[in-house]
C-alpha cells in the first residue's frame, strides 16, 4: 500500500511541476497562443471562445497532469532498476531523458509533420517537456527509490 501512495505521491508532484512549467512557457510563448490565425487548433477546453482559457482549463490541465505523472512513476517502478546511475539524481535525470527520447521526440516529429503550427512554438514545447521529464524523473525517482531502497529492492 505504501508503494501506491508513494506512486501517487509522485505523480501528485509530477503534475504540479508540469503546471508550473507549463504557466512559465505559456506567458514565453503567448504571441503564439494569441495569434488568431491559429485560434482554429486551439481545442475548446482550452479556447471556447477567443481570449485566455478558462478556469476549467487549468483543472483539467492539472488532472491530466497527475495522470501523466502517476504513469510516469508507474513505469519507473517497472523499469528504474534498469536505468543507469548510482544516485536518484543521475537516475532520475536518466529516466526522464529516455522518456523524453522515446515518448517525446517522436510526438513532436508527428505534430510537426500532421498539424499547422508555427515551428517555434513547437520548439519551446520540446524544451518544456525535457525541462518537466528531467525535474519529474529526479523527484519520481527520489520517492520511488527511496521507497525501494527501504524495503531492499533498490
Given at each position: 500500500?505504501?508503494?501506491?501512495?508513494?506512486?501517487?505521491?509522485?505523480?501528485?508532484?509530477?503534475?504540479?511541476?508540469?503546471?508550473?512549467?507549463?504557466?512559465?512557457?505559456?506567458?514565453?510563448?503567448?504571441d503564439?497562443?494569441?495569434?488568431?490565425t491559429?485560434?482554429p487548433?486551439?481545442?475548446?477546453?482550452?479556447?471556447?471562445?477567443?481570449?485566455?482559457?478558462?478556469?476549467?482549463?487549468?483543472?483539467?490541465?492539472?488532472?491530466?497532469?497527475?495522470?501523466?505523472?502517476?504513469?510516469?512513476?508507474?513505469?519507473?517502478?517497472?523499469?528504474?532498476?534498469?536505468?543507469?546511475?548510482?544516485?536518484?539524481?543521475?537516475?532520475?535525470?536518466?529516466?526522464?531523458?529516455?522518456?523524453?527520447l522515446?515518448?517525446?521526440?517522436?510526438?513532436?516529429?508527428?505534430?510537426?509533420?500532421?498539424?499547422?503550427?508555427?515551428?517555434?512554438?513547437?520548439?519551446?514545447?520540446?524544451?518544456?517537456?525535457?525541462?518537466?521529464?528531467?525535474?519529474?524523473?529526479?523527484?519520481?525517482?527520489?520517492?520511488?527509490?527511496?521507497?525501494?531502497?527501504?524495503r531492499?529492492?533498490?
Amino acid at each position: 500500500m505504501q508503494k501506491v501512495a508513494r506512486i501517487i505521491g509522485a505523480g501528485i508532484l509530477f503534475g504540479i511541476i508540469a503546471l508550473i512549467v507549463h504557466w512559465i512557457f505559456a506567458f514565453v510563448g503567448m504571441d503564439y497562443y494569441m495569434d488568431p490565425t491559429y485560434f482554429p487548433v486551439w481545442s475548446k477546453l482550452m479556447m471556447p471562445t477567443a481570449g485566455p482559457p478558462p478556469v476549467s482549463f487549468l483543472y483539467y490541465s492539472l488532472s491530466f497532469n497527475i495522470l501523466s505523472g502517476i504513469l510516469f512513476a508507474l513505469v519507473y517502478t517497472v523499469i528504474g532498476s534498469c536505468v543507469p546511475g548510482k544516485q536518484f539524481m543521475s537516475r532520475g535525470l536518466m529516466y526522464g531523458f529516455l522518456v523524453f527520447l522515446v515518448g517525446a521526440i517522436p510526438g513532436y516529429l508527428a505534430l510537426y509533420l500532421l498539424i499547422n503550427l508555427p515551428t517555434g512554438l513547437i520548439a519551446l514545447w520540446i524544451v518544456e517537456s525535457l525541462i518537466i521529464y528531467l525535474i519529474g524523473g529526479m523527484v519520481v525517482a527520489k520517492l520511488i527509490s527511496t521507497y525501494l531502497f527501504l524495503r531492499g529492492l533498490g
